[in-house]
């Protein structure tokens, strides 16, 4: 049985173009050497590469090279940017609140959860549409907040957040900003000096490139602090130690390089795509879509009647997601889709359905197939 992926949003294939350039980077015939090492050839070629790489994500997302640190992913970054700024600047400044929304991935509201007990965390809901609520950010935004961190791209329902508007309300009041983009990038426009962000996450397997590579942009220019998390060699302007990945980082960058050249096109694809699967849920009727002003590759629907699980066991070609975290036995509906006000049994009855570059016609022709014969046969034996 074929298989067709449709679950982007949780990962992506490495594109071709990208593992090549990795595998430059890894035998003794490539640039294997250590970018620190600054006695050899082997060392100041890694370090070239490393640079260009530097260079290459800058562009990307608008922000000067130097801003940029090179981490595992966007959950490191995360962590990076929310306990390194409080650290480094909550007993500085007296600033001791942090504002964020509960539609945020697990890496920022558990980040934000860990913080040290003065930390005066503020868990804003959002609207039922999946958007910040202007009055209650408002009214959270005191001057004693140090930050507020909201997602440009949210990962289950593909919500678009107004950055710059929480960026410009968290400015009157002096405070930061940071937004975890790892889902934005090749998805939409991104540039960190227009949206006025001091800190943002990064990941590069959301965007065909590999897994366990990422960055956080950190604004140098006004400076912002942010302490360092792990202790070492000193990389990375100090802010995290460890021998650069050559290899992960020259991937992370031509998949960078490939997004931005390639956004446009693949942004119109999507909406094609996003527009059949719509047409075909409002035909198969008792469908809702979660979320308004979304990115068009990720889809979240809630099938009025029918549980996520049995949808998806009645369409195995088929790889979808629920966006819920399996708790060992119990299946606890998205945190997400809760904050939005949908219901217990309609987390439950919620699929996701993200398409990416190498979506091709044919597996969306699979899927409404799927999608049509899973739910009208469900409803059947139902009824
Ligand atoms: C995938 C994802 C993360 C985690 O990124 P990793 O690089 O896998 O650590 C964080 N935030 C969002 C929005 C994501 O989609």
Redesign the pocket.
Known sequence: MKSWYFDH?STTPVDPRVAARMSECLTMDGHFGNPASTTHGFGWLASEDVEWARETVASTIGADPRDVVFTS????S?NLAIRGAFAALAAETGRTRVITLATE?K?VLDTCAHLPPEADVVVLQPTSDGLVDWDALSTALTDNTLLVSV?LVN?ETGVVQDVARIAALARSRGALVHS?L??AIGKCPVNVTTLDLDLASL?A??TYGPKGV?ALYVRRSPEVQVAEQQHGGQHERGMRSGTLPTHQIVGMAEAYRLASLEAEQDAIRMAAYRQQVLECCAELGGIKVNGRHCVPHIVNVTVDGIDAEPLMAAMPEIAVSTGSACNSATLEPSHVLQSMGLSRQEGLSSIRISFGRMTTDEAIASLVACLRRAVNGLRETRS
């Open positions: 949003a992913g966007a959950t490191e995360n991935h890496a997602m990962n975890d790892a889902q990941s397997h959301k990422g």
